[in-house]
């Protein structure tokens, strides 16, 4: 009987909290919460800054603006309108983002690449300053891109770690105060043991480096779209993925009140027949996420993954019928930036007609994340899918 009124201290939710607790002494009898030490909460010095942080970007009705793109990525985005891939180019193409007016009521962080944050408007300001003058949290990418996994069935793993410390105190310097880190996990390569524990490990260690720094955690092990499964496939995948990045995320101690998710939904293969509603993204997306992800967790912040800027907005809207555990919101670069880039096409007389879209597209996937959006009256261009087999960021 007394083993049954035993005070209710549980290890295994102590522990998912990223934090420490010793074991009483084998002796005892009865266990009390004295016989505990205290509890041990690692984030360090930035830990009530990384909580901030993370509200404030999972904040309702708001969600991030991905402009992260690899000067490579850029270059081929510029080339699909004609423009070659300069430094003047990518600079004007970021100003047109960073200064549209209004954007800060949808969008609360921006996701920049190194050579957007340390750039600034042709008048001298810095595009740091415009974000956060304008209520947005500028972001930094830090992972060094994915590279050949040897000993795996052709999949890849992300580079980056050596160094992150000093560049990402160099980056909360700077202004940044939150980082991105994306690997991926191939379906039609596997994914093998050995591809999702080492991009699970990376992003633990990437998201304990951060924290240590004052950025907030953006954990993005993608899971891409390439390949003919079907739903139940990318389920199957995604929850040993989510279970897998937990599991190493505990290991190293994150604090997960201070960081962000940015999943893939789950879809069918981008090559699969049978296509999914948004009702049965959104039902198949959120069982998959409460079965892994702890609601001390802030936010979700989707990515688009190569689905239409429409598609990206409904399957969002779906998910935001009813309350969760988290906020869950976008992170989106192609499905926010599609019909911006067509509209802009290089010509300084269309700026501001595409920071128009822009804003259009944030303010449709804001209503999304109130689960308030219809897609009607959308353009055709926003409807085409952008799907690449392959695609790198
Ligand atoms: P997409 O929304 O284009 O998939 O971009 C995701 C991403 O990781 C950018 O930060």
Known sequence: MAALLKPAVSLASSQFMGQSLKPAAASSSVATTQQYTPLSIRAGSYADELVKTANSIAS???GILAMDESNATCGKRLASIGLENTEANRQAYRQLLCTAPGLGEYISGAILFEETLYQSTLDGKKFVD????????????????????????????????????????????????FAKWRTVVSIPNGP??????????????????????????????????????????TLAVAEKVWNEVFYFLAKNNVMYEG??????????????????????????????????????????????????????????????????????????????????????GGNPENVKKAQTSLLIRAKANSLAQLGKYSAEGESEEAKKGMFVAGYTY
């Open 60 to 62: 309702k009705g708001r």
């Open 192 to 233: 093998s043991e050995l591809a999702v524990q080492e991009a699970a490990w990376g992003l633990a260690r990437y998201a304990a480096i951060s924290q240590d720094n004052g950025l907030v955690p953006i954990v993005e092990p993608e899971i891409l779209l390439d390949g003919e499964h079907g739903i139940d496939r």
């Open 259 to 344: 960081i962000l998710l940015k999943p893939s939904m789950v879809t069918p293969g981008a090559e699969c027949k049978d296509r999914a509603s948004p009702e049965k993204v959104a039902e198949y997306t959120l069982n998959m996420l409460k079965r892994r992800v702890p609601p001390a967790v802030p936010g979700i912040m989707f990515l688009s993954g190569g689905q239409s800027e429409v598609e990206a907005t409904l399957n969002l809207n779906a998910m935001n019928q009813s309350p969760n555990p988290w906020h869950v919101s976008f992170s989106y670069a192609r499905a926010l930036q599609n019909t911006v880039l067509k509209t802009w």
């Open 130 to 177: 415009c974000l956060k003058e304008g209520g947005i949290a500028p972001g930094i990418k830090v992972d060094k891109g994915l590279v050949p996994l040897a000993g795996s069935n052709d999949e890849s793993w992300c580079q980056g770690l050596d160094g992150l410390a000093s560049r990402s105190a160099e980056y909360y310097k700077q202004g940044a105060r």
